[in-house]
């Protein structure tokens, strides 16, 4: 490009200083500094059948020379080079920015060695490892299962979403996602590049959900642009043909001949080649998207692709969920009661052997607390996640269960004393879960979590962004979620919820409000997310379930970052809008002027060009858009 911009300029000088022969080497020269991608590519279109901007190019080039206007012809491929150049390198640019964010989300194993259970890097899986593969956990490694159930999904690899079971001896892939059950795993290859590399195949998978846009313009140009071709051979053969048989005046001035019907026609028809080439229409969607999702990506806002951008745009409404979500996730145990006789340290014991399976928050504090107190954890068999009640699971001989209030009624586990238990301590404020074994309630554990602080910030900013209405839906108990939902200035508060419930919520809000966001972090958001308008994950917290379940990722659990996502996916469409009138708007401005002859081919490049350039300009404005 550059040495295409000197040869431009060398030959510009000699033709203007009069030294015709000159300028037209020079313009040569440029030419062909210029003209082999357009051309290489103009080749495969022709090949294929499959006429593309590159051919209308060329086309346009050779007529020129053809017409032996050597500085046209130069300034045409120049210009489209430039143009082509800029949009690579929009692309080039997001493409890095999203591959940077991605490397953030960590992916690491848990294995058991020698009897301890460690938590290592992916990539540091042996073979022969036992990894723990807990509750929506995406999978680190390829293996078999060695202990428990599986249900996984494996649309990530293979794309069909309907979850798979697995029994011991099957074999699963790294990259899936275990759905409700905690298994062992027993690893047959390591992670070495596999993980990564498909990490990068999701990111691949993002660029490729621009396709929509892409797909239409390409099947718009495979019939247009042979059209094109058409009318501007129907404009040379039938213009000179109506000026000879005198139905209309010559084009050209001075006495009429053939020859100067045909070259003026052409000329005619290289304008409207050049004018009809499509390019700031092709790119003004495309990347407008790229800017906005790298601008996403660099504050830590993974957007899966511009479908799920342009759905941002439309949000009246957010939902959210609480644990993990507008509180920290750090829950920390803050009480604990036996029922019947039963010691706290018994109670803590049986809860913690439950949880050592359970990716949940609740289930971490409890097994955190429990070492702390230096209780011995257990193993539990056959783990199962009650998905927003609790979770249940062998520990020895017994049944062991632990979970809401709402579960134990619907168990009919909740005696008078249990009952009265856990009144005394949800009244507190603490998030209270209750432990049962064998059928008996054996105590209730009391839990807190600290509110985020940026949570009340992050609301207030939704609003000044155009949302309507937010709301929290949560599987916790009433007083603990109004408690917060109050300090964070919520318009609605929905509490003791599963996920099929918050699904129902999402709807009725939806119904209500018009297009909903939902943010969520565990296992138990993933429907709700999926269901929603627009799923928003925390990337951190947030478990792969979720983050695969989800449109937009916020890698730092920022809450902060929200009000931006709607803010940018409202300018990013602005953008497009104003880059889709300006397109359309020139095109059709230099194609009528075209085919009445008031137009030169420079101009008419140069309005091409010229609009892609203002598209792409346009466009990239959304990477410096301000916070
Ligand atoms: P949220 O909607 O706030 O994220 P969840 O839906 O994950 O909450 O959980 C709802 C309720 O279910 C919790 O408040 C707790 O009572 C119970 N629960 C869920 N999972 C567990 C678990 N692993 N151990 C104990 N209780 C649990
Ligand atoms: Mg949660």
Redesign the pocket.
Known sequence: MGWGALWLALGAAAQLAGRAPLATAAFACAIACSIRQPARLAWLSIRSRRLDINALMVIAVAGAIALGDWWEAATVIWLFDVAEWLEGWTVRRARAAVRAAMAIVPARARVRRDGAEQDVPARDVRVGDLVIVRPGERIAVDGTVHRGMATVDQSPLTGESWPVEKSPGDTVLGGSINGHTAFDLMATACATDSAASRVLQLIEDAQARRAPTQQFVDRFARRYTPGVVLVAAAITVGGPTLEAAGLIAPAAAGPWSIGGAVAAWGYRALMLLVAACPCALVISTPVAMMAALTTAARRGVLVKGGAQLERAAGITCVAF?????LTHGRVTVTGIVGVGGVSAHGVLGVAAALESRSEHPIGRAIVTHARAAGVAVGDGDDFRALPGLGAEARVGESDVIVGSHRLFEERRLCTPALHAEFEAMAEGGATTVLVGRGGEGLGVIGLGDAPKAAGAGAVAGLRAAGVRHVALLTGDQACTAERLGAGFGLDAVHADLLPADKVARIEALRAAYGPVAMV???V??APALAAADLGIAMGTTGSHLTIEAADVTLVGDDLEKLPDLFGLSRRALSVIRANVAIALGVKLAFMAAAVLGVTALWMAVLADSGASVIVTLNSLRLIRAPK
């Open positions: 969920d609480k644990t993990g979500t969520g972090d565990g138990n958001d």
